[in-house]
Each structure stands twice: as C-alpha cells, then as structure tokens.
C-alpha cells in the first residue's frame, strides 16, 4: 500500500521584519524595513504508512504546527511536495478536507455559543454523514468519551477537558482515515490526558485511523506511537522507532533507591567517581545516573547493596526527555532512517 | 484500511471527488444559516437594547431634519414626510442586512482562529454570508419587526406607495443583504495581508453609511457625486430600497433597479471570491 502521507523536501519560509526599539526605531520602520526570512519548516522528507500512529515533537517554534498546518491543507509551502492521502492538500483543499480529522489543542472547532449538539448536527451536513452512521458514531463517542452529559451544553461552559473530547469527537463524526493532532493534550490534567490518550489507542486499533499528533509531552508519544519524528528549527533531526531511539541513543541508566535513616547519607560520598552521579530526590531518595558504557547497572547495585542500607531499589531507562534534550543540543541530523 | 479487517464500526467507502450537486450544497450552507440564527439567540438580550438604540437614531434625525425643513418644504423632490418615512425605513432595513463578516474575519485572523475556519470542507465565503444570513433572519424578527411597530406609531411614517413597489422593495432588502455581505466579506481578505485592519473597518463603517444612502438621500448630494455614484454598488443598498417603498422609481425602473443591484451582488460575490483566492495563498497562521 503507499503511503498516506507523503512529504518531500517541504518547506515553509515566513518573510518578517526586523522591528527597531523606541520612538526613532519606530519611525525609521515607517520608511525602511529591514526583512528577515523565517525557515519555518526547511527541507523535510517523510512518509506515514496507512495505520500508523506518529509523535511529531518538537520544542515551541520548531516547526510541529507549521507542518501540520501544510499537511491540512491550511498553509501553502514555499517549496517541496506534499501528498496526503491522494491529494494535494493546499490545491485541493474543499475536496482533501473531507477525508480528514484535525485537532487544535488551543482552538475549538465547534461554535462556541451553541450546544455542542448543534454543531456536530452541522457537521453531519456538511460530511454528508448518514443518518444511521452518524447515530452510531454518537453513541459510541458518548460511551468511550462519556461526551453525552454536556453535549446540550454550550461550548463555552465545557472545561477544557469535556471541550477536548468534544472537539476530538467532532473531527471523528465522519470517520477519516487519516487524524492530525496538534497539542491534543495540552492543558489538560492526568485523569484527562489518560482518557485521551485511550480513546486514541481504540480508535487507531479499531477504526486503522493513520494519527499524526504534535505534542511536547513526551509521554503522550510513550503511551501512544511506535514511531517519532523529532524536529527542531524546521530540520527532522530524527525520525524512527521509539524503542530503538531509546536503545541507541540512551546514554545513562538509573538507579532509585531508598535509604534506611538518615546516618546511611554521609556514606554516599564514596559513589561520586567517573561516570556516575548522585542526586538528592527527597530526604532518603536517591537517584544515581551512570554512563551505561563504563559501568554496568549489575556492578553498580551490588556496591550500593553492599556499602548501603537500603530499604528499596530500583532500575529505571533514562527518561526520553532526557534523550530528546539532548537530541536538540547536539542537533544529531543524520540518524533519519533511511531517506525515502 | 483493508476491508476484511474486522472493525466495529463500518468504515465508509470513500466518496466519489467530483463537483457536489447543487441540492447537496444548498444543504450544506442551509445548515450554516440555522448554526448563524441559533448561535445569534445566545445574545437575544443585545437585541432588546437594540430596539431603543434604532428609536434613538431615528429620533434625533427626526429632529435634525424637522428644524432643516422649516426653512422648505421640498428639497431635492422630498416634502418632511418623505424624508422623516425616508430615514426611519433607512435604519428599519439597515437593522436587518447589517452584518459583522468583515470584522469577524478580521479577529479571526488576529486571533489565528482562521485554521479553523480552513479545515472544513466548505468554500468559506458561502459559510460566512450564509451565517449572516442566519443572524439576519433573526434580526429581522427580534429587531427589524419591533422597532418597524414602534417607529410607526411614534412618528407618521408614510406607506408603501402601492403592492407593486412593496412587492419591489421587499425583494430589494433581501438583496441589500445580499449586497453589504459580498462587500464585507471582500473586505474581510484584506485582514489576510494587511493582518490589522479595524482602522480600515472603521473608514469603511463610516463610508458605507454616507455612500449606501443611510444618512442622507444620494439625491442632495453635489450632482458630480451622484455621478459618480452611478458607477458604484452602495446605493443600492439603502437607497434604492427606499426609493422604492416611497413609490419615487416607477414602471419599467423598477426592475431595471433591481436588475442593476442584482448585477451589483454578482459582482461583488466575484470580487470577493477572486480577493479570498489572491490572499488564501498568503495566509500565515502565528501560535497554536
């Protein structure tokens, strides 16, 4: 099958100005601009298989939704190809938008003053969504999203938590095969995200619904996609499998223990030596980071075993932030699996 | 995506790309007109205070023009009845095709809620006059019909001059509605460049409501305006409306009037069609 999402050498050039400071910079601005190009997004190539379930991450600015933005038909590239699901998106845009779901973490779709109800009515008209299929889809997003209780409730008085799922549950009324996220959990609490990040998971599953999401939470990706493509600065700095991202890229393992009393602390001093740091978690956590090439994680517990007395340990993976930080800082390119 | 998957929901089969019909289409943006009149009863209140304000403007025109017309009783082929039946039609239409499309696209833009706006299948400048007319068609029963009652048994405001030119102005304001929307929407691309443009709404505002006729008939204006008037939409959008309740066009004018706003309305449409087309291109999106 070919791709459902194409992209090649896609870029987005924004053309700013420089602003001068002060009363002088503002009227020299009135005469002689000074403009800057923006490489918003510079270059990238990719392509999404039907079904798969993709973390587009990135820091604020890096480009996440500007891509986004060209993927949906929103914005149209400075240069480079784009091809989703059989169209051009920003050619055919009355056409393409059809066959697509999109979520704006920050905005809503749904109009803001009336119940939710009437909107997704208005949705149902313009997708030219059946009778019986719309019914059914209602039903099964009030379950899984429990949206029934405030779906006669204006949009305006949902919380951001009831107002995401709506919204979520609007871009699936016509069921598409393809679903672009961008910051679909921003701002919501632990019990929200969760439900989100479920739903999703059922939707890829059952529905083979190809997802696209943006975020900056990385356990978002964790929970949710195999596979991850990091940008910054308009460039794809890497773009592959999570497990093996981990498995090549993680530098430390760590280990979390805790300590019996407090007369255990003074001994620690003995473990600061190459490659290994210890850090204070909270009076009698501790958390030990060690190169994984210069100590094994074996060797390490025995001597925190052996010279400690500890109530409690624990081996734990660098946290994938960590190895996305430093992703950015170095501007590792060159680990794209293999150009298309 | 392969069918013989077992899913628990039918996946529907792609439609067909084409041209939708026109049936499906009129759909579509009648639905838009119901979401614009049902989003407009969230505000109802702002329509009662709407009532009196109308009242007011009529009022201190009344006043305005009663102590210019003690001086004269005919001016530019208007005796007082005419001009006082004249203005308080004026802002009886004017509550009924106002609209906001051009100030709404404009903090859309500002706000960067225009993504949103892209990512429906629709051509947005249906949406957004359909909407309107939405909001429209509640005005002209919560707005337009209270302060027509209130202003004729305030003020004697005239009748229309005959079925015939009822008939003819009835048609006219639905298409002044018409009018003033492709006009608004037209303006509203400019927000796309020019990303800040409530200075040039507020120009417009002003402008719309001395060239449409609202304050004052085209007909006391210096003849080289009325010229040059000639070759311009906003006339139609007041003026002539009340030109022909007051029974002022007559015979074979009368649709040859509304055939010239009708041409007026294509036009305008087109325009604004070939603007949304010129700056879609240049869109830029900041946040989110």
């Known amino acids: 099958m070919p791709p459902i999402i194409e992209v090649q050498d896609l870029s987005k050039e924004f053309r700013t100005f420089r602003r001068r400071e002060g009363v002088w910079g503002a009227l020299q601005n009135l005469f002689v601009r000074e403009y800057l190009t923006v490489h918003a997004v510079d270059r990238i190539n990719f392509a999404i298989e039907p079904g798969e379930m993709v973390g587009y991450i990135g820091a604020n600015g890096a480009g996440k939704s500007t891509t986004i933005k060209m993927l949906t038909g929103i914005l149209v590239p400075t240069r480079g190809r784009v091809v989703c699901n059989g169209f051009v998106p920003y050619r055919d845009r009355r056409h393409y938008t059809k066959h697509i779901g999109v979520v704006f973490g920050q905005r809503t779709q749904l109009w803001w003053d009336i119940a939710v109800i009437e909107s997704f009515k208005l949705l149902k008209e313009i997708y030219e969504i059946p009778d019986a299929d719309y019914r059914r889809r209602l039903d099964f997003f009030s379950e899984i999203l429990s949206v029934k209780d405030y779906l006669h409730t204006p949009v305006r008085k949902l919380s951001l938590g009831e107002r995401m799922r709506c919204d979520l549950a609007a871009s699936l009324l016509h069921n598409p095969p393809l679903l672009f996220l961008d910051e679909p959990t921003i701002g919501l609490d632990v019990v929200a995200k969760d439900r989100i990040r479920e739903f999703l998971k059922e939707i890829n599953r059952q529905e083979k619904t190809t997802v696209l999401l943006t975020t900056h939470d990385l356990s978002d990706i964790e929970e949710l996609s195999r596979r991850i493509i990091i940008i910054d600065k308009g460039r794809i700095l890497f773009d592959g499998d999570l497990v093996e991202m981990k498995k090549r890229l993680a530098k430390y393992n760590q280990v979390k223990f805790f300590l019996k009393d407090r007369s255990q602390v003074a001994k620690l001093d003995t473990f600061a030596r190459n490659g290994i740091s210890c850090d204070r978690v909270d009076e009698l956590t501790y958390l030990m980071r060690f190169d994984r090439e210069q100590h094994s994680t074996a060797e390490v517990i025995r001597d925190i075993v052996n010279q400690l007395q500890v109530r409690d340990i624990f081996v734990e993976e660098e946290p994938i932030e960590d190895i996305v930080k430093r992703i950015y800082l170095s501007g590792e390119v060159g680990l794209q699996k293999g150009e298309a | ?288």
């Open chain 2, 1 to 288: 995506m392969s069918s013989s998957a077992p899913t628990a929901l039918p996946y529907p089969a792609p439609r067909p790309v084409g041209r939708s019909s026109l049936g499906r289409n009129l759909r579509i943006y009648a639905e838009f007109v119901r979401v614009g009149f049902v989003n407009t009863l969230a505000y109802r209140l702002r329509y009662y205070t709407g009532i009196v304000t109308y009242f007011i403007y009529v009022t201190v025109y009344y006043f305005i023009w009663k102590a210019i017309y003690e001086h004269s009783t005919n001016i530019a082929g208007f005796d007082f009845s005419h001009i006082l039946t004249y203005v308080a039609l004026g802002w009886i239409i004017r509550s009924f095709y106002y609209n906001n499309i051009d100030q709404d696209m404009a903090y859309q833009v500002m706000e960067g809620k225009l993504a949103m706006d892209l990512i429906k299948p629709v051509n947005i400048q249906l949406m957004y006059i359909a909407q309107a007319l939405g909001e429209s068609m509640f005005r002209a029963v919560m707005l337009s019909l209270p302060t027509a009652i209130v202003l004729l048994l305030v003020y004697p405001v005239r009748g229309p001059a005959s079925a015939r030119h009822l008939a003819a102005f009835l048609v006219s304001v639905i298409l002044s509605f018409f009018l003033v929307a492709a006009i608004n929407f037209t303006v509203g691309t400019f927000a796309i460049r020019l990303k800040s443009i409530l200075g040039l709404l507020r120009a417009k505002y002003f402008l719309l409501e001395l060239f449409s006729g609202l304050l004052l008939p085209i007909s006391f204006f210096p003849a080289i305006f009325q010229k040059i008037f000639n070759f311009m939409p906003f006339q139609y959008i007041s003026y002539i409306p009340v030109l022909l309740y007051l029974g002022k066009i007559n015979g074979r004018a009368i649709a040859a009037s509304l055939a010239l706003q009708l041409f007026w309305v294509l036009a305008m449409f087109a325009l604004g069609a070939a603007m949304w087309k010129w700056s879609s291109r240049k869109i830029t999106i900041q946040g989110g």
